[in-house]
């Protein structure tokens, strides 16, 4: 969910106002995923290497976090909003990681789409801890097979994604889903994440609609 920031410089505000507006289009988007049918949306919300951000927007983007995660509660239940979390919770603040662990414990039962969100999530770290989860559990050479690997990745049972967006033009991974995104489709937009809207996310799914895929081999 990119450019936040440049959206909140642009218009002489702090960065961290760029972010609360994140969230709020975050909120509409996901229930425009809902109404959409789309099965799964997963966010990335907070990378491993966003630690390296000033103090004050770390603390601030935990804190909206956590907020968000409480404030959010009842109307992710009342939408049947399946929510999850991926990525490593023990280094996130114990106040967010609860009020995080509650939203994803408290819509367990629900039916609909699946909400995921990254937080302190980064591909390679992903694929480190299966290797470890691997090792631990002393798995022969000749058992290790891209099947086993997914399984050990931190939501074996949410599908690999199909369309990536990336917003406020940015033309790279930055460590997400490195795993999971082998033939994912990537949609690129100009806008910046609190410009986004139900409008945008319709263009990119008809744009990754209007392809043809053939992972690897010929139609
Ligand atoms: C949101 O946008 C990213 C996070 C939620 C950490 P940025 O904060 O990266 O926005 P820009 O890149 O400075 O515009
Ligand atoms: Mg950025």
Redesign the pocket.
Known sequence: ???????AQKRGLQ?LL??RE?YRTLKKVLLAASDMGIGCLTAY???VE?WRRPEAEVGG?MTLIEEAAKAELRDLKKNNVRCRVSGRLGEVPERTRNALQAMAVETASNTGIVFNLAINYGGRAEIVDAVKALVRGGVPEEEVTEELISRHMYSPDIPDPDLMIRT?GEMRWSNFLLWESAYTELYVTEK??PEFDAQELQKAVDSFQSRTRKFGGVV
Not at 1 to 7: A, K, Q, Y
């Open positions: 969910m990119d450019g936040n920031g440049r959206w960065r760029g972010h994140g919300g907070f990378s966003n983007l406020a910046t994440w």
